[in-house]
């Protein structure tokens, strides 16, 4: 699964992966933060679904299958999280009030998750 770490290139001011060039090929991608203190010292994710379509010019449902299922995939642990389907991990989260799911990408920089819940128990 390629895997693109947007705030790294973000944060080092690299070039962007052609994530774009690889979806139309065929190719599935993966999208995380690689958050650590060197390359990257945001784990936002809600940053890394809006670079996703704001720089490297993936639409909002793609961007969030790179966000959650792939990005599970990537990390070998797609059967217990990554979606929401019978006998997986209850983790997700709820937002605040937004007009669609094609909200989440495009108002970066706003805070739109008002519950998370791991493993089935608000935290």
């Known amino acids: 699964m390629p895997t693109i770490l947007p705030g790294c290139a973000f944060f080092l001011n690299l070039p ?13 991608v993966a ?12 784990g936002n994710m809600q940053l ?5 379509c704001i720089r490297y010019r993936l ?8 966000t959650t ?16 389907a019978v006998g997986k991990k209850a983790n997700f989260y709820i937002t605040k009030p ?7 990408p495009y108002s970066y920089g706003e805070n739109k998750v ?3 819940f791991l493993n089935g128990v608000k935290v």
Do not use: C, H, Q, W
């Open 16 to 28: 962007l992966s052609p994530a774009r060039k690889m979806i139309d090929s065929g190719l599935p």
């Open 31 to 42: 999208m995380a933060s690689d958050f650590n203190p060197g390359t990257s010292p945001s």
């Open 48 to 52: 890394i679904l809006s670079m996703a």
């Open 59 to 66: 639409t909002p449902e793609e961007a969030l299958n790179a």
């Open 69 to 84: 299922l792939n990005t599970a995939y990537a990390m070998g642990v797609s059967a217990e999280v990554g979606s929401i």
């Open 98 to 104: 937004i007009s669609s799911y094609e909200y989440m």
């Open 114 to 116: 008002e519950s998370v």
